[in-house]
Every structure is written in C-alpha cells, then in structure tokens.
C-alpha cells in the first residue's frame, strides 16, 4: 500500500486538467488488467521515480521491435494519458500507432512471470513476450 506521503497522478479525469499539449486517451489504446494496475501501484510507491507508467516501443529485440516501461514524474508535450486499472499510462503518438488495442497483464509466477503484453498488431512475437514484429 502507499505511504500517505506518495503523490499518484489523479485517478479520473474529472479531479484535474491535463497539462498542455497531453491528449485523455482510453482503454482502446492500451489497457491494464486489474494484476498488472495493482503492481504499477506497488512500484510507484516503492521506486518514487514518478506516478505515471510511460510505455514505449522502440527498435531492438528478437522480432524488431520491443516493449519499454518506466515511470516518469510527469507527461511530455504530445503524449497521451489513459487511465487504466487505478495506473496513469503515457503513451508517445508513434508508440501509439503500434499499441492500439494492446492489453498488458502482470503474472507473480517464479518461470515467466512479470509483464505481458496481447498486442492485436504484433504479427509475430518472441517466446520471452519483449520484442515483436508487425
């Protein structure tokens, strides 16, 4: 659980503006599954590196292409936030092209655990679930 003094992101549209150049995203873009939100929660509050989850896509791995995560205090000009399972996410728009639809999970098992992603556009992927091709 976070400690009271952990700042999150709000929660819901409704409680603040979104910073200039920052577009409101929804779960048609990407989504958390209630597992992957709860652990999002669990790093903010244990790394304090920021309360926003920015998922990239960048050139590399296996197939070509593969996933980033990492936390930031705040949204960049031209991002786009989706609030998902408790978790603000930031999305970058060429990020987005390949993301659209993508769901991510979170699995505690000791043998291939940790965070998958079901992304719709991939038309293949590696065995680890890191890197894909479209």
Known sequence: MP??????????AETAALPDGVREGNENLVRLTEAAGAKVAA????????????VA????????LSYKLRFTP????GD???RTAGAS??????TA???????IDYSNKMIGGGFKFT???AKSSCSCGDSFSV
């Open 3 to 12: 400690s009271p003094e952990t700042t999150f992101p709000p929660a819901s």
């Open 43 to 54: 790093l903010v509050a244990r790394d304090r590196q920021g309360g926003y989850l920015r």
């Open 57 to 64: 896509i960048s050139g590399g791995g296996c197939n070509g």
């Open 74 to 77: 705040e949204p960049r000009k």
């Open 80 to 82: 786009i936030l989706v």
């Open 89 to 94: 996410v930031l999305v970058d728009v060429k």
């Open 97 to 103: 092209l390949y993301l659209r639809g993508t769901v």
């Open 119 to 121: 992304n719709p556009n």
